[in-house]
């Protein structure tokens, strides 16, 4: 168990909604990273936060947005979801960016 | 192309082989990192290399990093089935803060 906490576990939606996934990071971690994981894409970095800022940015959609709280959880949101979307979503953290990112179990999203 | 390259793709072995998992980049390495992930579950951290010519060990698993060659190789000894699953490397880049993933390595063990 890492320690990282991802929910929901699963998520089966239709075409066109929008979800949002929950990340719980590490205690005391403050930086939190988000990643697709694709059959043909492979592992895919999306965001990072660090103490409540966008800190870097990698492959997300403009339909994706993600944000950091107060308390250090992460939201990633994904809208006008399309078929294409159906990956696994992890969430990793760690304690100060560009450390040792421990993962959760994440979120397999399934669009139909 | 992809910045970190994995070879094998895949690999079968027989259990209590011996066996190697290259990492090759690109570009400067920063920092190399192994995860091995089971199917369709988290990925947990294995090793972390940071200096050219370091070496490191967790029970059968050793990972060396060669920083000339932008290379780390990842040697597990006298496989057992629990070694199975899908190893990773990861490295950082130097700017941007971005961190990428290899191809990834899927490994089975045979009983």
């Known amino acids: 168990d890492s320690g990282v906490t991802q929910t929901p576990k699963h998520l089966i939606t239709a075409t066109g909604q929008r979800v949002t996934l929950r990340c719980s990071p590490r205690?005391?971690?403050?930086?939190v990273y988000w990643y697709q994981q694709s059959l043909d894409q492979g592992l895919q970095f999306l965001i990072q936060?660090?103490?409540?800022?966008?800190?870097a940015k990698g492959n997300i959609l403009e339909r994706f947005s993600a944000q950091q709280f107060p308390d250090l959880h992460s939201e990633l949101n994904l809208s006008s979801l399309e078929l294409g979307d159906s990956a696994l979503y992890f969430c990793?953290?760690?304690?100060?960016?560009?450390?040792?990112?421990?993962f959760g179990p994440g979120t397999r999203l399934t669009v139909t | 192309s992809q910045e970190l390259e994995q070879s094998p793709q895949s690999l079968i072995v027989q259990e209590g082989k011996n066996l190697t998992i290259n990492c090759t980049s690109s570009k400067t390495l920063y920092g190399l990192y192994w995860y091995k992930q089971k199917y369709g579950e988290g990925l947990i951290f294995l090793m972390m290399l940071q200096k050219g010519g370091e070496e490191k060990s967790h029970e059968k698993i050793t990972a060396k990093l060669d920083e000339k060659k932008q290379q780390s190789s990842l040697h597990i000894t006298a496989s057992q089935p629990s070694h199975a699953g899908i190893y990773l490397c990861?490295?950082?880049?130097?700017?941007?803060?971005?961190?990428?993933f290899g191809t990834g390595t899927s490994l089975t063990v045979i009983p």
């Open positions: 990861g490295a950082d880049r130097n700017t941007g803060n971005q961190f990428y």
């Open positions: 990793a953290s760690s304690p100060e960016p560009d450390r040792i990112r421990y």
């Open positions: 205690s005391g971690d403050l930086s």
């Open positions: 936060y660090y103490n409540g800022e966008e800190r």
